[in-house]
């Protein structure tokens, strides 16, 4: 038996442009299904809103989202989780950071730590945390 597990993000009205967003960092296909394609509206505003959506990409970044109805309530709350990125190749993770840093708030600076060669942390524009690293071998010595 084999098990993925995907982070799936909420958001309110922001899903679609957030999904975009992703998939210029990290590439891969965007699939959406609006509230209007599911035939599920019950609220005429949010008829091209994301019921599910998501970005795959063949590095294996996967990544769900959609727009909480206005008639849910809803709070992006405070450190609720972060989305870990990790990698092996130093140049692969600085390319996502650079993509992600547009418009983002930056927490800590990419850059090395005593526990990882890469290691970073920002708030995109969408008001997710991220966190990228380099992955390196732990020594428990």
């Avoid at 609720?80 to 993509?99: L, M, N, Q």
């Amino acid at each position: 038996m084999t098990v993925n597990v995907v982070t799936h993000l909420n958001f309110r009205g922001e899903a679609r442009e957030a999904l975009t967003f992703y998939r210029t960092v990290f590439g891969g296909d965007l699939a959406v299904v609006t509230y209007k394609d599911a035939g599920n509206v019950q609220e005429p505003s949010e008829t091209d809103q994301v019921m599910w959506g998501q970005v795959t990409a063949d590095n294996g970044f996967r990544v769900m989202a959609y727009d909480v109805p206005s008639t849910l309530p809803w709070n992006q709350g405070q450190n609720a989780f972060f989305v870990s990125v990790r990698g092996g190749d130093a140049e692969e993770i600085t390319g996502y950071w650079e993509k992600l840093s547009d418009g983002a708030t930056i927490l800590c600076p990419l850059a090395p730590a005593q526990w990882a060669p890469l290691y970073g942390m920002l708030k995109d524009r969408y008001g997710v945390t991220w966190v990228l690293d380099v992955v390196s071998e732990y020594d428990a010595s």
